[in-house]
T-cell receptor, first 116, second 112 residues
Framework: KAGVTQTPRYLIKTRGQQVTLSCSPISGHRSVSWYQQTPGQGLQFLFE???????NKGNFPGRFSGRQFSNSRSEMNVSTLELGDSALYLC???????????????FGPGTRLLVL | GQNIDQPTEMTATEGAIVQINCTYQ??????LFWYQQHAGEAPTFLSY????GLEEKGRFSSFLSRSKGYSYLLLKELQMKDSASYLCAVRRLTGGGNKLTFGTGTQLKVEL
């Protein structure tokens, strides 16, 4: 079974631009979560989507948004990019996100975003 | 809110045993995960604990004490490839959903 895939793997943008990142979960997984990873802050939760609905949200400004499609694929968008948005953006999928013992999140390889 | 603490760095010798500790404070606890992350790669799942006690998986074991808000990851027969960052993550009940809060990670260096 294929793992979580993310595109693009690397991205360079300039301040003020906007960016869209894509995530395809493991087949059969319906929950998709997004995280930002930086050297100083570690892994921080952005949001979680399930059945095309945002179910949980972290403490990030409204410039960060996302959506999920009917096939469970997800995208996240960052508008008006700032230098501090440079980070590794990780997507993780799980079966249904119901918090049971079987619910483990599996991570994709990430998209490394550099904002100049 | 949540607070997760783990040591920043640890060094150990090939073939030895190392224990990486994690303490947490949270409400609605619903499980603790350990992930391994090599530099430039995605985190990979190592272990999961939701009840008190020890879970063993080959060279890796993880322990949980919910009353103490404490977990540890035990790595035996260390190999050079075990040099990586080890992330402790706590899952919290949010009325459904899968929100994990991660510690900042413990960078383990295995030396000859």
């Amino acid at each position: 079974k294929a793992g979580v895939t993310q595109t693009p793997r690397y991205l360079i943008k300039t301040r003020g631009q906007q960016v869209t990142l894509s995530c395809s979960p493991i087949s059969g997984h319906r929950s998709v979560s997004w995280y930002q990873q930086t050297p100083g802050q570690g892994l921080q939760f952005l949001f979680e989507y399930f059945s095309e609905t945002q179910r949980n949200k972290g403490n990030f400004p409204g410039r960060f948004s996302g959506r999920q499609f009917s096939n469970s694929r997800s995208e996240m968008n960052v508008s008006t990019l700032e230098l501090g948005d440079s980070a590794l953006y990780l997507c993780a999928s799980s079966l249904a996100g119901m918090g049971t013992a079987e619910e483990t999140q599996y991570f994709g390889p990430g998209t490394r975003l550099l904002v100049l | 809110g949540q607070n997760i603490d783990q040591p920043t760095e640890m060094t150990a010798t090939e073939g030895a045993i190392v224990q990486i500790n994690c303490t947490y404070q949270t409400s609605g606890f619903n499980g603790l995960f350990w992930y391994q992350q090599h530099a430039g790669e995605a985190p990979t799942f190592l272990s999961y604990n939701v009840l008190d006690g020890l879970e063993e998986k080959g060279r890796f074991s993880s322990f949980l004490s919910r009353s103490k808000g404490y977990s540890y990851l035990l790595l035996k027969e260390l190999q050079m490839k075990d040099s990586a960052s080890y992330l402790c993550a706590v899952r919290r009940l949010t009325g459904g959903g899968n929100k994990l809060t991660f510690g900042t990670g413990t960078q383990l260096k295995v030396e000859l």
